[in-house]
Structure formats: C-alpha cells, structure tokens
C-alpha cells in the first residue's frame, strides 16, 4: 500500500526567507502524482502545486517550487520570499495514474511565519 | 458558480443519534469523495463515487453509509454516532478520477460527537 510520512509537525520561518517543507513516499508504482495542498485556519483545501512522476523538471508556481526526487520517494516543497499569508498547514500528497481517484494523504506540517 | 458546497458548517451529536452531512457540487464532476481529517492529522478517504448510483469504500468506511442519486449530490450518512466519529469531514470532487485532475475540496462540516 502507498503511504506519505511528513516528518516535521512544525516548522517556522522569517518573513521574506526561504523554508523547506519535507516529504516522502512509498510506491511500488512507476506512474503516479504527487501535489502539495495549503489548508489555512479557514479550513479550506488549496492546491499549491503538483508534480507528475514521469517528468524529470520540478515544478514551479510563482514563489513555491519543490525539489523531486523520484529514487530516493521524496518530494519537498520550497517557499521562498515567505510571507505572512504562507502560514497554514502544508500537506503533501499523492496519487496513482490512471483513474483510481484515491489521494492518500500525509500527516501535515505546520508551517508559522513570522513578521 | 459555488463548486462544492457542505452542509452544515459546525453540529454537535450525541452518542448514539443519526445524522446526515450534505455534500453538493455544480461543477458537473463524475467522481465524488468524502474523507475526514482527525485533529492534527492528514485526511483519510472514507467512501467515493465515479458516478451516479455507484460507491465504493475508502481506507475508513466503517461507522459510515453513502449513497449517489444524482450527478450533483452525494451525501453522508452516521448510523449510531460514537465519540471516534468526531472529526472535520470533506467533500471533494474531481472530473473523472485520474491522477492529473485537480480535486476541489468542500469548506467542511466539523462534527462533535458527545
């Protein structure tokens, strides 16, 4: 069975440095996505970014990126130029290909910026 | 265009009664899901639908019912609430299950059960 291990509950960064959220994940498939989703005190799911498997570039959107590595099942998430509106919880995630529709979850991390 | 909507926003239920947490899309998705997140937890899939009138479970279904009439609705039922049911629900819908398609997520229903 798959399964995603967030190792940091909490982790803090200044307001305008850059901090790395960690993920790993366990997979006897080849073909799979894997996203990043910010769940902020109102509760609200938002998707940050996503990575497919088969391609080898990271992904980028705007200040967030992450940092993939498919051998070793990591998948980080990099927020430069923080700001007070990045502090939620972080959660990643992932999914088989095809159309299975389950994303399996991991434990979250929360991430708290400060001014 | 609202998305997903859930219905209601906060309940409190005693041990032992039956409720249902209304989950409603307008996005015309085929694939409907309701997981729930424990405090301090990720989320865990409890049932899903790839299309009207078809279920199945998820990792957590136990304590749970589901039922699909329509394309836009797909509601949860709690037969005989227990304490470990307490919990934020979420519904989530996506257009046709793949891995690349997007899931939108409902605001969530917080559920206490005393």
């Known amino acids: 069975a798959q399964t995603v291990t967030q190792s940091q509950p909490e982790m803090s960064v200044q307001e305008a440095e850059t901090v790395t959220l960690s993920c790993t994940y366990d997979t006897s498939e080849s073909d799979y996505y894997l996203f990043w989703y910010k769940q902020p005190p109102s509760r609200q799911m938002i998707l940050v970014i996503r990575q497919e498997a088969y391609k080898q570039q990271n992904a980028t959107e705007n200040r967030f990126s992450v940092n993939f590595q498919k051998a070793a099942k990591s998948f980080s998430l990099k927020i430069s130029d923080s700001q007070l509106g990045d502090a939620a919880m972080y959660f990643c995630?992932?999914?088989?290909?095809?159309?299975?529709?389950?994303?399996?979850f991991g434990q979250g991390t929360t991430l708290q910026v400060k001014p | 265009n609202a998305g997903v909507t859930q219905t209601p926003k906060f309940h409190i239920l005693k041990i032992g009664q039956s409720m249902t947490l209304q989950c409603t899309q307008d996005m015309n998705h085929n694939y409907m899901y309701w997981y729930r997140q424990d405090p301090g937890m990720g989320l865990k899939l409890i049932y899903y639908s790839v299309g009207a009138g078809i279920t199945d479970k998820g990792e957590v279904p136990n304590g749970y019912n589901v039922s699909r009439s329509t394309t836009e609705d797909f509601p949860l039922r709690l037969e005989l609430a227990a304490p470990s049911q307490t919990s934020v629900y979420f519904c989530?819908?996506?257009?046709?299950?793949?891995?690349?398609?997007?899931?939108?997520f409902g605001p969530g229903t917080r559920l206490t059960v005393l």
């Open positions: 989530a819908t996506d257009r046709g299950g793949w891995g690349a398609d997007t899931q939108y």
């Open positions: 995630a992932y999914r088989a290909s095809g159309n299975t529709g389950k994303l399996i």
